[in-house]
């Protein structure tokens, strides 16, 4: 076989394995930081009352006092929170304070894992129109 087709051949190959390293790197990276493991209300979840609180419970321990919590509803609206308290290690409450009608809410969170990586996401959850 010619030398040059023999280096092209280790040039591709070499490619290929730069590109598997890639790809493992950025999947297996993202698992170690912290993220939202769940919450209550859940994401998409569709509620027959409005809840009494927000729950988020994290992979890591999240940093309470660069924790945000918002929840928006119809027409914009912001619902009143209490301050966020901490449930357990890695999990933040905030007591409702305003009235929820029924129509769809968004929750944004925002914090910090103890390595100083940020974190933010959203998610929405319906409370139902009471039955009659
Ligand atoms: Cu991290």
Redesign the pocket.
């Known amino acids: 076989m010619p030398l040059s087709l023999a280096h092209r051949r280790a040039r591709a190959a070499a490619s290929v394995v730069f590109a598997i390293v890639l790809l493992a790197t950025s999947a297996s990276a993202a698992p ?3 993220h939202l493991l769940k919450s209550s209300p859940a994401a998409n979840a569709t509620i027959a009352a409005a809840p009494d609180s927000i729950r988020l419970s994290f992979s890591q321990t999240p940093e309470l006092k660069v924790t945000s919590v918002t929840v928006t509803g119809p027409a914009s609206a912001s619902v009143a929170l209490a301050p966020l308290a901490s449930a357990d290690s890695a999990t933040v409450v905030a007591r409702v304070k305003g009235k929820m009608s029924p129509g769809t809410y968004t929750v944004a969170w925002h914090t910090m ?1 103890k ?1 100083g ?1 940020v974190a933010r996401g959203t998610f929405a959850f319906t409370v139902a129109p009471a039955k009659r």
């Open positions: 170690f930081h912290l894992a390595d990586h």
